[in-house]
């Protein structure tokens, strides 16, 4: 705590509303009388500029060293207040912020004691205040070029893209060629461009592109570093080779799998997997006897799935085209959300294709060859339909490639329940990892269509731009500090950092303590609660802040 | 001054500012009321929230604590709601073992957007903490 | 007198060992009942030592019994209740009253028992037990120290064929017959595949060691399900606890008894092994309709 | 490291009874490591004590200090400005860290807030296993690196008993079988005549109790 405290408290009453349930001026005569309150002023409108300016020459003119906002809730305009209090060259942390208008008198309708909360709230941010400390920012030069795993489609994307926002790529796929799933699919439908020309014009742009460099063969093997700073071991052939780049994008796309369990069926030459009809349709002169009757099942195993009953649409009408067969669809619901899909549905329905609706999964046998298909349709009222058909095409379920498991553990990733990469927050933060730096694009961590993991990958381009593009970035040193005279190296902190944050440092070269690295902690504090020699102290949310807040509990002020 | 007469339970309710914190803005902005004798302190996630702070807010003479998270899989720092639920269930014992109900604390998950659920669980909570009355360690109590 | 064990073991004869709980208290009633009921009727009775770690009267002293009513006895000693030199001084005492047969045993941890506090001893493990006895039988104490005036004793050890994993148990065993374990009593035998297995591969490695396949007596369905879920080493089929089912209130027994007999009549026909050591636990007074089932 | 938990808060109330200032010893080394006796531990166990004093309206006021190590009587001696304000002095170290307190503040008694319980090492966050007993005679070089005197229930040297079950042991089914263990990993390194050799009984005395260590000149 600072001996020589100034506090300057800078009340708001929106715009004279707050005045209007309460007496400004008895709160601002109550505040004076506090120790160490050596300002206290009205606003109507602090969120505006020209306020803004009158509270940053007031905390300039009175000396103030520490500064209260009583005002709307800090999710609000926090930031901002932070801008006019540095601006006022005192360290943008020295604020303490209680939100009256949220949570007092918009909450409470009992005027006097919303009056009292609001004392209560304006005290609690005053006693924190004479706890805050000031945090430097500091610059961090990062490496401008991003790695990019998998050469599929999106990881395709998102290198041409930061390509033309002039950041070098480098790309990585495991395959002899890029391409990825564009290689094996026989149509994109409802993209009406096929997947060989959609592959082609990528490929050019990536070879004219500046900034990109292709490694086919190549795997990831680890990476050690920092956001900024990562350095990747990467194997190609027989060779392993080490490099920095400053964020990481993973686009390693999903694979499919079918489990014969779900029908009771094992595959043959007339029961096939949409991936073997794909490549079917995708050598269609190739195909001997063609078939006369296909039928599709899908929404058994995953009614939720994108995967499968888009496959279905787009092979239904591929067959429609290339084979003229009789097309026959059973599905529950086939949800589609993509744009176009429910158009590519339309066109399936006037090409022919015939849809029969279930509750109750397909009975599906083999006689002398042929396949029989009962079914009761629902939409007729339940009603028993048998169908025989020359080819059968089953579902299958999109599943993370193998490696993701290995590359999550080795990266401290998060993977989900089904083994995809998770998003650190999918709403707030839906390319993100758990960790900063690393992002996800595509199907390795979302069920998505090919124009959806076309906008994934831009985003995610977009992010990794926005984090690499000045080549250096601001970061707020030991905003969360470790005291390495306290430190026991009991490496709980390290284990606990849900963004791997923490690790070993050596100081004075000899005794070895955790250290966290400021651009990759997000400052959530759980090292500083799980300490047992309580030696790391978030500095915005330190002990000493927190205990001060409920120092007036029981009275108000 | 606090009014003397009927016990107006002094709670604090440690708010993850992702989520729960918002959800107590979200019932101001909906004029939704609830007990104004609960202390929302803002923490940058629920798995700030220490057991020391805990007990040092019933030293201090809180006569219940309420500590409010992201739902469960929605936490942005992966484990922080659950470790608070654990220490949530490790403060409860150590409060048992002083002699003072454990049921003075309780952990709850939210969205940002749950204004009312917000009110509803001070509302409860506020209940519950009348019915167990002040807390035996405050003085007067 | 009842022949001594050794004799009977080496007769080629097919052996039958029963054996006998002292009762928990001075109240030897009925152990003395059990005892003159079985003395006649099998080559040996095996008496269990603080079973299941429960306190109990002594093994040695109802061996002493035994000896005294003209039966048999083989000693049960395990290993955690004494240390080297209180079971050494045992087997001393042992031998100068004629009790001759001494099963080495681990034993179970204190803590399943009736004095969960005590201290584990533990100083020695089973085999350690077995070398010990021989060491005795040299003249010398483990301490290195000559005795006058030694010992002599059949020695046994016991066996988990249905143990699992088997190797690290068939490694025991085998350092086991090393040591000069005269005879093994098996854990619980209910099915003869892996146990048929385990006498293959006893017979390849030495045809001289005696095996006695444990015969515990079922009383229930429950309890059998009860043993095949969570008795460490002991196999019940499910056609066997099927079995258990069918039988009525009141007969339950006689069906374990049943079971019982058929599986002693298969080992003896098929000579599967040497003997059987039967237990009844705490129905020692059906043993004698077992030897019947069992055509003994 | 000396893994150690705290007594049930009843047993320490007892124990500190009847005095109004006392002072509590944090350990900085082993029981930190494992969240039983460090700084933070200290502060919980002192506002557990607050709590209970207050609610009885018994008069208690608390110091608080942590030390590097509470085994190493200089390091103790640092303690003599706040030991003389206390009435007693309750220690959250080790076993050893108890002692030397006590020696060097004869006049004042020092209680143990801890139980010591083994060394061992973490398992995972915040859970410990035993993994030595601190025998004088080390085993691990016959058992792959796995101490059967600690992890089999029994101690036995010679391999498992019959209450192996499907690799667990009996006494715990969640614990796994020492010797299922000392089996798997000999046969993997092919080291299996190892465990076929006899082993006798062990040396009890191998260290001498209370045991002494003395280091060659350094």
Same mark, same amino acid.
């Given at each position: 705590?600072?001996?020589?405290?100034?506090?300057?408290?800078?009340?708001?009453?929106?715009?004279?509303?707050?005045?209007?349930?309460?007496?400004?001026?008895?709160?601002?005569?109550?505040?004076?009388?506090?120790?160490?309150?050596?300002?206290?002023?009205?606003?109507?409108?602090?969120?505006?500029?020209?306020?803004?300016?009158?509270?940053?020459?007031?905390?300039?003119?009175?000396?103030?060293?520490?500064?209260?906002?009583?005002?709307?809730?800090?999710?609000?305009?926090?930031?901002?207040?932070?801008?006019?209090?540095?601006?006022?060259?005192?360290?943008?942390?020295?604020?303490?912020?209680?939100?009256?208008?949220?949570?007092?008198?918009?909450?409470?309708?009992?005027?006097?004691?919303?009056?009292?909360?609001?004392?209560?709230?304006?005290?609690?941010?005053?006693?924190?205040?004479?706890?805050?400390?000031?945090?430097?920012?500091?610059?961090?030069?990062?490496?401008?070029?991003?790695?990019?795993?998998?050469?599929?489609?999106?990881?395709?994307?998102?290198?041409?893209?930061?390509?033309?926002?002039?950041?070098?790529?480098?790309?990585?796929?495991?395959?002899?060629?890029?391409?990825?799933?564009?290689?094996?699919?026989?149509?994109?439908?409802?993209?009406?461009?096929?997947?060989?020309?959609?592959?082609?014009?990528?490929?050019?742009?990536?070879?004219?592109?500046?900034?990109?460099?292709?490694?086919?063969?190549?795997?990831?093997?680890?990476?050690?570093?920092?956001?900024?700073?990562?350095?990747?071991?990467?194997?190609?052939?027989?060779?392993?080779?080490?490099?920095?780049?400053?964020?990481?994008?993973?686009?390693?796309?999903?694979?499919?799998?079918?489990?014969?369990?779900?029908?009771?069926?094992?595959?043959?030459?007339?029961?096939?997997?949409?991936?073997?009809?794909?490549?079917?349709?995708?050598?269609?002169?190739?195909?001997?006897?063609?078939?006369?009757?296909?039928?599709?099942?899908?929404?058994?195993?995953?009614?939720?799935?994108?995967?499968?009953?888009?496959?279905?649409?787009?092979?239904?009408?591929?067959?429609?085209?290339?084979?003229?067969?009789?097309?026959?669809?059973?599905?529950?619901?086939?949800?589609?959300?993509?744009?176009?899909?429910?158009?590519?549905?339309?066109?399936?329905?006037?090409?022919?294709?015939?849809?029969?609706?279930?509750?109750?999964?397909?009975?599906?046998?083999?006689?002398?060859?042929?396949?029989?298909?009962?079914?009761?349709?629902?939409?007729?009222?339940?009603?028993?339909?048998?169908?025989?058909?020359?080819?059968?095409?089953?579902?299958?379920?999109?599943?993370?490639?193998?490696?993701?498991?290995?590359?999550?553990?080795?990266?401290?990733?998060?993977?989900?329940?089904?083994?995809?990469?998770?998003?650190?927050?999918?709403?707030?933060?839906?390319?993100?990892?758990?960790?900063?730096?690393?992002?996800?694009?595509?199907?390795?961590?979302?069920?998505?269509?090919?124009?959806?993991?076309?906008?994934?990958?831009?985003?995610?381009?977009?992010?990794?731009?926005?984090?690499?593009?000045?080549?250096?970035?601001?970061?707020?040193?030991?905003?969360?500090?470790?005291?390495?005279?306290?430190?026991?190296?009991?490496?709980?902190?390290?284990?606990?950092?849900?963004?791997?944050?923490?690790?070993?440092?050596?100081?004075?070269?000899?005794?070895?303590?955790?250290?966290?690295?400021?651009?990759?902690?997000?400052?959530?504090?759980?090292?500083?609660?799980?300490?047992?020699?309580?030696?790391?102290?978030?500095?915005?949310?330190?002990?000493?802040?927190?205990?001060?807040?409920?120092?007036?509990?029981?009275?108000?002020? | 001054?606090?009014?003397?007469?009927?016990?107006?339970?002094?709670?604090?309710?440690?708010?993850?500012?992702?989520?729960?914190?918002?959800?107590?803005?979200?019932?101001?902005?909906?004029?939704?009321?609830?007990?104004?004798?609960?202390?929302?302190?803002?923490?940058?996630?629920?798995?700030?929230?220490?057991?020391?702070?805990?007990?040092?807010?019933?030293?201090?003479?809180?006569?219940?604590?309420?500590?409010?998270?992201?739902?469960?899989?929605?936490?942005?720092?992966?484990?922080?709601?659950?470790?608070?639920?654990?220490?949530?269930?490790?403060?409860?014992?150590?409060?048992?073992?002083?002699?003072?109900?454990?049921?003075?604390?309780?952990?709850?998950?939210?969205?940002?957007?749950?204004?009312?659920?917000?009110?509803?669980?001070?509302?409860?909570?506020?209940?519950?903490?009348?019915?167990?009355?002040?807390?035996?360690?405050?003085?007067?109590? | 007198?009842?022949?001594?064990?050794?004799?009977?073991?080496?007769?080629?004869?097919?052996?039958?060992?029963?054996?006998?709980?002292?009762?928990?208290?001075?109240?030897?009633?009925?152990?003395?009942?059990?005892?003159?009921?079985?003395?006649?009727?099998?080559?040996? *009775?095996?008496?269990?030592?603080?079973?299941?770690?429960?306190?109990?009267?002594?093994?040695?002293?109802?061996?002493? *019994?035994?000896?005294?009513?003209?039966?048999?006895?083989?000693?049960?000693?395990?290993?955690?209740?004494?240390?080297?030199?209180?079971?050494?001084?045992?087997?001393?005492?042992?031998?100068?009253?004629?009790?001759?047969?001494? *099963?080495?045993?681990?034993?179970?941890?204190?803590?399943?028992?009736?004095?969960?506090?005590?201290?584990?001893?533990?100083?020695?493990?089973?085999?350690?037990? *077995?070398?010990?006895?021989?060491?005795?039988?040299?003249?010398?104490?483990?301490?290195?120290?000559?005795?006058?005036?030694?010992?002599?004793?059949?020695?046994?050890?016991?066996?988990?064929?249905?143990?699992?994993?088997?190797?690290?148990?068939?490694?025991?065993?085998?350092?086991?017959?090393?040591?000069?374990?005269?005879?093994?009593?098996?854990?619980?035998?209910?099915?003869?595949?892996?146990?048929?297995?385990?006498?293959?591969?006893?017979?390849?490695?030495?045809?001289?060691?005696?095996?006695?396949?444990?015969?515990?007596?079922?009383?229930?369905?429950?309890?059998?399900?009860?043993?095949?879920?969570?008795?460490?080493?002991?196999?019940?089929?499910?056609?066997?606890?099927?079995?258990?089912?069918?039988?009525?209130?009141?007969?339950?027994?006689?069906?374990?008894?049943?079971?019982?007999?058929?599986?002693?009549?298969?080992?003896?026909?098929?000579?599967?092994?040497?003997?059987?050591?039967?237990?009844?636990?705490?129905?020692?007074?059906?043993?004698?309709?077992?030897?019947?089932?069992?055509?003994? | 490291?000396?893994?150690?938990?705290?007594?049930?808060?009843?047993?320490?109330?007892?124990?500190?009874?009847?005095?109004?200032?006392?002072?509590?010893?944090?350990?900085?080394?082993?029981?930190?490591?494992?969240?039983?006796?460090?700084?933070?531990?200290?502060?919980?166990?002192?506002?557990?004590?607050?709590?209970?004093?207050?609610?009885?309206?018994?008069?208690?006021?608390?110091?608080?200090?942590?030390?590097?190590?509470?085994?190493?009587?200089?390091?103790?001696?640092?303690?003599?400005?706040?030991?003389?304000?206390?009435?007693?002095?309750?220690?959250?170290?080790?076993?050893?860290?108890?002692?030397?307190?006590?020696?060097?503040?004869?006049?004042?008694?020092?209680?143990?807030?801890?139980?010591?319980?083994?060394?061992?090492?973490?398992?995972?966050?915040?859970?410990?296993?035993?993994?030595?007993?601190?025998?004088?005679?080390?085993?691990?070089?016959?058992?792959?690196?796995?101490?059967?005197?600690?992890?089999?229930?029994?101690?036995?040297?010679?391999?498992?008993?019959?209450?192996?079950?499907?690799?667990?042991?009996?006494?715990?089914?969640?614990?796994?079988?020492?010797?299922?263990?000392?089996?798997?990993?000999?046969?993997?390194?092919?080291?299996?005549?190892?465990?076929?050799?006899?082993?006798?009984?062990?040396?009890?005395?191998?260290?001498?109790?209370?045991?002494?260590?003395?280091?060659?000149?350094?």
């Amino acid at each position: 705590m600072d001996k020589d405290l100034r506090l300057g408290v800078f009340l708001c009453d929106c715009g004279g509303t707050l005045s209007k349930v309460t007496d400004f001026s008895a709160i601002k005569a109550k505040l004076q009388k506090l120790s160490d309150v050596t300002y206290v002023g009205i606003s109507h409108d602090l969120c505006l500029k020209r306020a803004q300016q009158a509270m940053q020459k007031d905390i300039k003119d009175k000396g103030i060293n520490r500064v209260v906002v009583a005002a709307c809730s800090p999710e609000l305009h926090e930031k901002d207040f932070m801008n006019v209090v540095q601006s006022a060259g005192v360290n943008r942390h020295l604020l303490s912020m209680a939100n009256i208008r949220e949570q007092c008198f918009w909450a409470h309708p009992d005027k006097d004691k919303a009056a009292q909360k609001a004392m209560a709230q304006i005290g609690m941010a005053i006693n924190r205040a004479r706890f805050l400390e000031p945090v430097e920012q500091t610059q961090i030069s990062v490496t401008k070029e991003v790695l990019i795993i998998g050469g599929g489609i999106t990881g395709i994307q998102a290198a041409i893209e930061l390509s033309n926002l002039n950041l070098k790529t480098t790309l990585v796929e495991k395959e002899a060629a890029l391409g990825g799933k564009l290689n094996r699919f026989a149509n994109l439908y409802p993209v009406q461009v096929s997947p060989e020309e959609v592959l082609a014009t990528k490929l050019k742009q990536v070879a004219e592109g500046q900034n990109i460099y292709v490694l086919t063969s190549a795997e990831l093997l680890d990476v050690s570093g920092e956001v900024g700073n990562f350095s990747a071991r990467i194997k190609r052939g027989n060779g392993e080779f080490v490099r920095n780049f400053g964020a990481i994008i993973f686009a390693t796309g999903y694979t499919t799998q079918f489990s014969s369990q779900i029908y009771g069926l094992e595959l043959s030459n007339n029961i096939i997997t949409q991936s073997q009809l794909e490549e079917m349709l995708k050598s269609s002169s190739e195909v001997k006897q063609i078939p006369k009757s296909v039928c599709f099942v899908t929404d058994i195993s995953d009614e939720h799935s994108r995967v499968s009953p888009l496959s279905a649409l787009r092979n239904a009408l591929g067959i429609k085209e290339k084979f003229r067969g009789e097309v026959c669809v059973l599905c529950q619901n086939l949800k589609v959300d993509g744009a176009g899909l429910e158009k590519l549905y339309r066109d399936c329905r006037n090409k022919g294709v015939l849809f029969i609706k279930f509750d109750n999964s397909p009975r599906i046998s083999k006689q002398d060859g042929k396949i029989k298909i009962e079914v009761e349709d629902v939409l007729m009222s339940g009603e028993q339909v048998t169908l025989p058909c020359d080819l059968l095409v089953l579902e299958e379920t999109s599943v993370p490639p193998l490696d993701s498991k290995v590359l999550g553990s080795t990266l401290y990733m998060g993977l989900d329940a089904q083994g995809f990469y998770q998003e650190n927050n999918v709403h707030l933060y839906p390319t993100a990892s758990n960790r900063e730096g690393i992002f996800f694009a595509g199907n390795c961590h979302a069920d998505l269509d090919l124009m959806q993991a076309l906008t994934d990958a831009s985003n995610v381009a977009l992010s990794a731009y926005q984090l690499l593009a000045q080549g250096k970035i601001a970061v707020e040193a030991e905003k969360v500090m470790v005291d390495p005279n306290k430190c026991r190296f009991c490496l709980t902190c390290i284990r606990a950092c849900p963004h791997h944050a923490i690790q070993e440092a050596k100081v004075n070269h000899e005794k070895m303590v955790a250290q966290i690295a400021d651009l990759a902690c997000q400052g959530c504090g759980i090292c500083a609660v799980v300490c047992p020699a309580k030696a790391i102290k978030p500095k915005d949310w330190s002990d000493e802040q927190i205990l001060a807040e409920f120092e007036l509990l029981g009275e108000y002020v | 001054m606090k009014a003397k007469g009927a016990f107006l339970p002094d709670i604090v309710a440690f708010c993850c500012a992702q989520s729960a914190y918002q959800s107590a803005d979200a019932a101001g902005s909906m004029r939704i009321t609830y007990p104004e004798n609960i202390r929302v302190i803002r923490v940058p996630c629920a798995g700030r929230v220490d057991v020391l702070h805990i007990l040092r807010a019933f030293e201090k003479g809180a006569d219940g604590v309420l500590v409010l998270g992201c739902h469960e899989e929605a936490c942005r720092h992966l484990s922080g709601n659950i470790r608070a639920k654990n220490r949530v269930q490790r403060v409860n014992t150590l409060l048992q073992e002083v002699g003072i109900d454990g049921k003075r604390v309780e952990m709850f998950t939210l969205a940002p957007n749950q204004g009312p659920r917000f009110a509803r669980i001070a509302n409860e909570v506020n209940e519950r903490i009348k019915e167990l009355g002040p807390s035996p360690v405050k003085s007067g109590a | 007198m009842a022949k001594a064990f050794k004799e009977t073991l080496n007769s080629g004869k097919f052996v039958v060992t029963s054996e006998i709980g002292p009762p928990k208290g001075t109240n030897l009633e009925k152990l003395i009942h059990h005892i003159d009921l079985l003395k006649d009727k099998v080559d040996a *009775l095996n008496v269990t030592d603080n079973q299941s770690s429960v306190m109990r009267f002594p093994s040695l002293g109802t061996c002493l *019994l035994i000896k005294e009513r003209g039966g048999e006895p083989i000693l049960q000693m395990t290993c955690r209740d004494r240390n080297r030199m209180a079971l050494e001084a045992d087997l001393l005492f042992a031998y100068t009253r004629g009790i001759k047969n001494v *099963l080495c045993l681990t034993g179970d941890f204190i803590t399943i028992g009736d004095h969960k506090e005590a201290r584990a001893v533990f100083d020695l493990d089973s085999l350690q037990l *077995l070398h010990m006895v021989r060491i005795l039988e040299s003249g010398q104490d483990l301490g290195g120290n000559e005795l006058d005036g030694a010992v002599e004793f059949c020695a046994g050890a016991t066996v988990t064929p249905e143990a699992n994993p088997i190797e690290p148990q068939l490694i025991k065993f085998e350092k086991k017959v090393q040591a000069g374990a005269e005879f093994f009593q098996t854990q619980a035998i209910y099915d003869f595949d892996n146990f048929k297995k385990f006498m293959k591969y006893v017979r390849g490695l030495d045809k001289n060691i005696k095996i006695l396949a444990g015969i515990v007596l079922l009383a229930s369905a429950g309890m059998a399900k009860y043993m095949n879920e969570n008795t460490p080493g002991v196999f019940v089929p499910q056609v066997l606890i099927d079995e258990m089912a069918t039988a009525e209130k009141g007969k339950r027994v006689q069906k374990g008894i049943g079971i019982a007999g058929r599986l002693i009549r298969q080992i003896k026909e098929e000579a599967i092994c040497d003997g059987v050591h039967i237990m009844a636990i705490g129905r020692e007074e059906v043993v004698p309709d077992i030897l019947a089932a069992g055509g003994l | 490291m000396i893994v150690a938990e705290r007594k049930p808060l009843e047993d320490i109330r007892e124990m500190i009874a009847g005095y109004k200032k006392i002072l509590i010893v944090g350990c900085g080394t082993c029981v930190t490591i494992c969240w039983a006796g460090g700084e933070k531990e200290v502060a919980v166990l002192s506002s557990q004590l607050r709590l209970a004093s207050k609610k009885d309206r018994n008069e208690l006021e608390i110091l608080e200090a942590t030390i590097e190590r509470q085994c190493e009587k200089e390091l103790v001696e640092a303690l003599k400005d706040k030991v003389q304000q206390v009435e007693a002095v309750l220690s959250m170290g080790c076993g050893a860290g108890v002692q030397p307190i006590a020696e060097i503040f004869p006049d004042t008694p020092v209680y143990p807030a801890l139980n010591t319980t083994f060394v061992g090492m973490p398992e995972g966050e915040g859970v410990w296993v035993e993994t030595c007993r601190a025998c004088g005679d080390c085993f691990l070089d016959k058992t792959g690196g796995i101490c059967p005197i600690v992890r089999c229930a029994k101690g036995l040297l010679n391999g498992p008993c019959g209450g192996t079950n499907n690799g667990k042991c009996e006494v715990d089914p969640e614990k796994d079988c020492a010797w299922t263990l000392i089996y798997q990993r000999l046969e993997r390194q092919g080291r299996l005549d190892v465990m076929r050799k006899y082993y006798p009984p062990r040396n009890f005395q191998a260290v001498i109790r209370p045991g002494k260590v003395e280091a060659l000149p350094a």
